[in-house]
């Protein structure tokens, strides 16, 4: 028996994965898709399935397992955002070559804006860097659809295919009908064929006259063509759509009247771009308008410059996400009428993003800057980034970089007869991610800086994923640990230390010895140790609350107000004295050590 209920888009795709078959799904987490394996771990539980589902340690890891799976003939999946993918880019690039068994899908989540990542890039140059067919959904239903459609051009053509949606249909909602998923698993038939899974350089170039092949026959599959919405009605300007874009311009085309004067075409496989579909619409049409994210993927092979206006021309902005005013206004002028929408009014001001009320993070940041007070800040990515906030963070570029940015810093500044103290943060996960070999060649080259790892057990900034020192699987299942401190030291690190942030006095201490010895001696590392206030799992390892009040010695200083930065720390609008939001406050009294007049107290009750 069917029902009907409101799904977001990646919670959708995960429902098309199930339904056509998929038997191991990985990824690791990263918005805008990070929900994505969550869901498939939650629909396994639900309907009792029998698949791999694994959080892996990064995405090369996620991509690498689930393409093995799929060389045995079954059905898998990785999912990741868009930057995640420049991780994975190794073995996308060669799986293309090498093709698959099994369907083999990649979900790469884009994220225009951009909303939560360091860049705006576009999946889809990946795919056709890799050479590898990519479509491109326009709400949750369609990327739930495009997933049985995915599989099928899979298997028909032998070659992984990704699924690229954007933040608004990973995150938006739609009515959606679900049913029972029936087990459609596979055996797994591993067929030996080095020439092809372990191909040289002479066999790789057969493989890639084979996908060349493949393309060409890709660029003609009807089940991906393009679609005609308003067939019948051919007229001298055509609009050319695709994505979320395709949603917003349906539409405003109907809601503008201009469905009986404008052709429109929806793009539901950027590339390869129908051959047929290219002759035809430049055939029919003398102005052609591509309207698609983020580049100009679509326009590009198109390829009439006279004709085609899109990102690469400028005539649709190439930069940042396309609102639905935006489009409307690229869809008015292009058609010669006038816009509905005024113009947008400019951002209200609003309060800057920080780490939560009783964040670890906070405390370890306020005794980093404590102990090198005029040091090099490099960090890393996730909720720590916030420490930009604090003055404790000056560099974030991508996963794992803040070590090899310190060694960095050091080699640019070791020659100076006063070299300024380098202190990297890293989070836990992202240290398992991507730090270890940056900090085997920090040993190798004695680098003097300072790591900290802030471990707070968890993948926090994406929704609390275990990390391979939790114990848990992805569906909750246990799993073994690896202990953070062995695995520092097997990297050859010879000062290591642990510490809880919250006890603030101590672990200043602890890190001023800590940056004294890289200053003279090499790498050191301190693991600041203390469970992400957000994460329910560890209640119980958390320390007793202590909840706080300022009292009448507080004269408005603020130092703990901009140093310290914590949401529960107010100062009253006459700049006199703070005041502690009992409803913001976690009661984790760290700020009684901040305060430079110890006007903030415990509560005795």
Known sequence: MSERKLMLGNEAMALGLLENGCAVATSYPGTPASEILASVASLKRTHGLSLHVQWAVNEKIAFEIAYAAAITGLRTAVSMKQVGLNVASDPLMSAAYMGTKGGFIIISADDPGPHSSQTEQDSRLMAVMAKIPVLDPDSPEQARNMTAVGYDLSEAFEIPVMIRPTTRVCHSRQDISSSAIQSQRRTANFERNPA?????????????????????????????APAWLNPGRPARRALVVSGVAAAHSREIVEEMGLWGSLSVYQVIQ??????????????????????????????????????????????????????????????????????????????AKGRRPTLCAGCPHRASFYAIKRAAPKGIYPSDIGCYTLGLNLGAVDTVLCMGAAISQAAGFYHAHKDLEKRPDIVATMGDSTFFHAGIPALIDAVVQKVRFVLVILDNRTTAMTG????????LGACGEPLDTVDIEALVKACGVEYCTTGNPYRLDDFIGLMKEAVAYGRDRGPAVVISRYPCILDRRQEGAREAKIAVVATD?????????????????????AGEKVHVDRMACAACGVCIHVCPKGAIEEVKS
């Open 553 to 573: 010695r507080c004269d408005g200083c603020a130092h703990c107000v901009t140093q310290f930065e914590c949401p529960a720390l107010v100062l009253d609008a």
């Open 270 to 347: 950027p590339f390869p771009l129908h051959v047929d579909f290219i002759s035809d619409i430049l055939a029919r049409h003398d102005e052609i308008l591509v309207i698609e994210e983020t580049t100009g993927v679509i326009e590009m092979q198109i390829a009439d410059g006279r004709r085609v206006k899109g990102r690469n021309s400028r005539a649709v902005p190439r930069v940042g996400e396309l609102l639905p005013e935006d489009i409307e206004r690229l869809i008015a002028g292009f058609a010669g009428v006038p816009a509905r929408t005024a113009p947008l009014p400019p951002e």
């Open 196 to 224: 092809r899974w372990a191909a040289t350089p002479k066999f790789r170039h057969q493989l890639h006259r084979q996908l060349e092949e493949k393309l060409d026959a890709i660029a003609r599959y009807g089940k991906t």
């Open 464 to 471: 609390s994923q275990p990390t391979p020192a939790t114990g």
